[in-house]
């Protein structure tokens, strides 16, 4: 059974015909705190009595390893391996058979991790007749236990500190000297053969599939989704490995379903905005040009038509992608020249000079709206006229226009309304629906970053100012 953790303690489990712990709550902290000691290093925890298992697989003991970012050198997570020693039981069990003894597994602090015949797991033997014996790496000594003389073997392991004991009946080594030292020299290799195939299961199963997933899970942290764990087999690794790579499929598919709906989403809203364009200048404009047909002579009226041909022509035609800024200070002229029909000549407009804007885009009508605002607000019966001004200049990496007018500028109460309604007007309000529509597109292609501002006062004019990404004109 394999356990992962993250930094949170959250576990993931990979599971092979066994089921999950029922008091991993329990020993959680006992696995982290001993990892966070080892600081990487793996370390074997003692055998455990693991409730709610058949009896032939009720005893595990755990290899728990934090795992260590290998550029931060900081704590990513844990991996927890529970082992079954009924791997070691096939091992040993025929030694016993020909000792006529027992085996036991004891760990640094005297608790048996392992007893051939079940009697001693989980007890301490630090006070026991064997354990002041054992107190150096290997040897043997006499000592009785339960009143009967034995002979113990022990060794123990350079990579574990666990030590490894075989205790041999002495009628049994009496009876046959010669097999009793056979028997040692078994022993002796017997449990070298056994703390070499500890560290070998330690390097080859754990550490070496974990460093390569250690890696692909910071490639996914830099944002690469493009690997894949190789599971060349059906063991805990590979069980981990094929669960990874389930993950990062469904990160993958989650991540282009996000994706369509939002190109959707700004699609619709686009097209929604497009539609909403204000057609009550058209209308007025064409009322002007009735009235002049029949007060005036034929041409002022064919000019008026064909300014008007224009403009349609241009708001129409296109969809609302970005224009060269020099077609829509064109568009923008043609406007004014309109309002000047209907107003009587009332209006002028001023605009940068070419060389500030030359190769630069912008989102086609752009302007439009703000001028028009510009006359609602601003023309007054009592003026003879207004001047329309828009300047332009850099700021950073972002293109500032201001549109400034000397009309009678706006009460407090009236500019509050406006501005609120460039994020969202009140239910059937149609106050500044043109500046309102100007602003979401910004929005919508750019950013939130993006979009109108507005300042006015009342007796001295209004001024709209517009923030854009510089965005050079397409060859």
């Not at 712990?21 to 990892?35: I, N």
């Not at 292609?445 to 209004?462: A, H, M, N, V």
Request: with cysteine; hydrophobic share 40%.
């Amino acid at each position: 059974m394999v356990y992962l953790f993250d930094v949170y303690g959250h576990p993931y489990f990979a599971i092979k015909n066994t089921a999950i712990r029922s008091d991993l709550q329990d020993v959680l902290p006992r696995w982290t705190q001993l990892a966070e000691d080892a600081n990487g290093t793996p370390v074997l925890v003692s055998t455990q009595d693991v409730a709610g298992r058949a009896t032939s697989s009720r005893y595990v003991f755990t290899v728990v390893r934090k795992i260590i970012d290998p550029r931060t050198f900081e704590s990513i997570g844990m991996i927890a391996i529970d082992a079954n020693i009924g791997v070691i039981d096939n091992i040993i069990k025929d030694l016993d058979k020909s000792t006529h003894g027992k085996t036991l597994v004891v760990d640094e602090s005297g608790s048996v991790v392992y007893d051939s015949d079940k009697s001693l797991i989980g007890q301490n033997l630090k006070n026991s007749e064997l354990m002041p014996g054992a107190l150096t790496e290997q040897g043997s000594f006499h000592t009785k236990i339960d009143g009967k003389g034995v002979l113990a073997i022990f060794k123990e392991s350079s990579v574990t500190g666990w030590k490894v004991l075989i205790t041999i009946p002495e009628d049994e080594l009496m009876a046959d000297a010669l097999r009793t030292r056979t028997y040692t020299i078994a022993a002796a290799l017997a449990i070298m053969a056994f703390a070499l195939l500890i560290s070998l299961v330690l390097v080859f199963a754990i550490t070496r599939p974990l460093r390569g997933l250690v890696r692909m899970m910071k490639e996914v942290q830099t944002g690469n989704l493009d690997v894949a764990f190789p599971v060349v087999s059906r063991d805990e690794a590979g069980l981990v490995g094929s669960a990874f790579n389930r993950m990062i499929d469904r990160i993958k598919t989650l991540i282009q379903d996000i994706y369509a709906v939002e190109e959707r989403k700004k699609e619709a809203e686009l097209q929604s905005l497009q539609h909403q364009i204000n057609p009550h200048f058209i209308y007025n404009t064409l009322e002007s040009i009735r009235m002049t047909a029949v007060l005036s002579d034929n041409k002022e009226v064919a000019k008026m038509t064909q300014l008007l041909g224009k403009l349609l022509r241009y708001s129409i035609h296109g969809g609302l992608e970005s224009v060269p800024i020099a077609k829509e200070w064109e568009h923008l002229g043609i406007y004014v020249q309109l309002l000047n029909y209907r107003y009587g000549s009332r209006f002028e407009l001023e605009l940068p000079d070419t060389r500030e804007t030359e190769g630069l885009c912008v989102i086609k009508l752009l302007f439009q709206p703000i001028v028009e605002n510009a006359v609602y607000h601003g023309l007054h019966e009592s003026r003879s006229g207004m001047r329309i001004r828009v300047q332009c200049r850099q700021e950073g990496k972002d293109l500032l226009f201001e549109v400034a007018d000397d009309g009678e500028g706006m009460e407090e109460e009236t500019l509050r309304k406006l501005q609120a309604s460039l994020l969202q007007a009140p239910e059937g309000d149609n106050t500044g629906i043109g500046l309102r529509n100007v602003n979401e597109r910004i929005k919508l292609k750019y950013g939130e970053t993006y979009g109108l501002s507005i300042r006015s006062s009342f007796g001295q004019g209004t001024t709209v100012t517009v923030r854009l990404p510089t965005e050079p004109a397409v060859r």
